[in-house]
Nanobody, 123 residues
């Protein structure tokens, strides 16, 4: 089992400001093969924002086109935390943000989600 706990709460920022989200993983963290940040804007579907595929130095990082150059995902393996640094925030970034991890359990791949963090960007 992998559990994810986000920094949580809700944040309201002005356009152009920055914010960093964090997500702490616990449990079978060595089995994680993918960890990423998703968001769900009001009335819309989930979309992946940033992700890290792989582990132990063989990682591939991807970003949604809408956040490239503004957002950065990083991972600190010493404290099992993944971060999403969001710079130059825009009103379109308003959404509930979730961290997600895929992890191996035997021959299966399972997923865990954080509880979500509301981010509101005002113009």
């Amino acid at each position: 089992q992998v559990q994810l706990v986000e920094s949580g709460g809700a944040f309201t920022v002005q356009a152009g400001e920055s914010l960093r989200l964090s997500c702490v993983a616990s449990g079978s963290v060595s089995s994680i093969t993918f960890i990423g940040w998703y968001r769900q804007p009001p009335g819309k579907r989930h979309e992946v924002v940033a992700s890290i595929h792989g582990n132990d130095g063989n990682e591939v990082i991807d970003y949604a086109d809408s956040v490239k150059g503004r957002f950065a995902i990083s991972r600190d393996n010493t404290n099992n935390t993944v971060y999403l640094q969001m710079n130059n925030l825009k009103p379109d970034d308003t959404a509930r943000y979730y961290c997600k991890a895929n992890w191996k359990s035997g021959t299966s791949t399972l997923s865990s989600w954080g509880q979500g963090t509301q981010v509101t960007v005002s113009s």
